[in-house]
């Protein structure tokens, strides 16, 4: 149910569908004061919501700042979050966006950083899917990366961020494998996800990747001119802030 109901809250939450509610609702208003208001309003929500300048500010504010390991420094496991893969109907794999997790986890590896790997991901959909979990498919993607499938643990079972931490945890004590852990995942996801594993009781080193924005050199018409994809991503940030939020609260963080 909490599941189900998080994914509720972050649609009525985006400034999207905001947009359209306030857009449809002038439609309906007869009052013509009452419809200029309206979509005013809604275009104010339009012009804040798709600036990337405003977006970036947020984003690089929020998510966790890109972490050097100390040389020669090593550790017995890097926890690799599952969210980077996608499936079609024939059951063959994709890599999405958050692609950056898998590549720096095998690099973690291969330059000595990490002796095991542990996956944790389940199927994240709403729906019960025939697909194998997340976690599976990573593994079979690591092995073809050279990694030794011996030095490969995976979580299967969990959903979400705070089913990754609690599952994680169980497997970690029955692999009795020596703390603390390098966590890999997206820059954005790290305060979250830091803050449910602490609490699951993983001391972990949070390794950021995926880096949503980052401190580049901006164009002219990126200070003034709206975004629609920008206006997308919102959905992005406001499931990091508003999860780690429900989960301080419902004390899973």
Not at 92 to 113: N, P, V
Not at 223 to 239: E, R
């Amino acid at each position: 149910m909490f599941f189900i109901l998080s994914k509720i809250l972050l649609f009525l939450l985006s400034p999207f569908f905001w947009i359209i509610l306030l857009l449809g609702l002038s439609f309906y208003t007869k009052r013509e004061r009452r419809k200029k208001y309206v979509r005013i309003i809604s275009l104010v929500i339009f012009v804040i919501f798709s600036n990337p300048y405003l977006f970036n500010i947020l984003v690089r504010t929020w998510q966790q700042d890109l972490v050097v390991l100390p040389k020669d420094k090593k550790y017995s496991a890097g926890i690799l979050l599952g969210g980077l893969i996608k499936t079609d109907r024939s059951n063959r794999t994709f890599f999405a966006s958050e692609a950056d997790r898998f590549i720096q986890t095998t690099k973690l590896y291969h330059s000595g950083y990490i002796e095991n790997i542990v996956v944790t991901g389940g199927n994240p959909s709403i729906v019960k899917s025939k697909n194998p979990s997340e976690a599976m498919q990573l593994k079979t993607e690591l092995v073809l990366q050279g990694i030794p499938a011996t030095n490969i643990f995976i979580e299967y079972e969990s959903r979400n961020t705070y089913e990754n931490a609690v599952f994680t945890k169980r497997l970690l004590d029955s692999l009795q494998l020596p703390p603390p852990y390098i966590m890999i995942t997206s820059a954005m996801h790290v305060p979250r996800a830091k803050a449910v594993f602490e609490k699951a009781g993983i001391d972990v080193i949070p390794y950021p990747a995926s880096f949503k924005e980052i401190n580049a050199k901006r164009s002219i018409k990126e200070y003034i001119l709206p975004s629609i994809d920008v206006l997308g991503s919102w959905n992005d940030l406001l499931k990091e802030v508003i999860g780690l939020a429900v989960y301080r609260i419902t004390d899973k963080a």
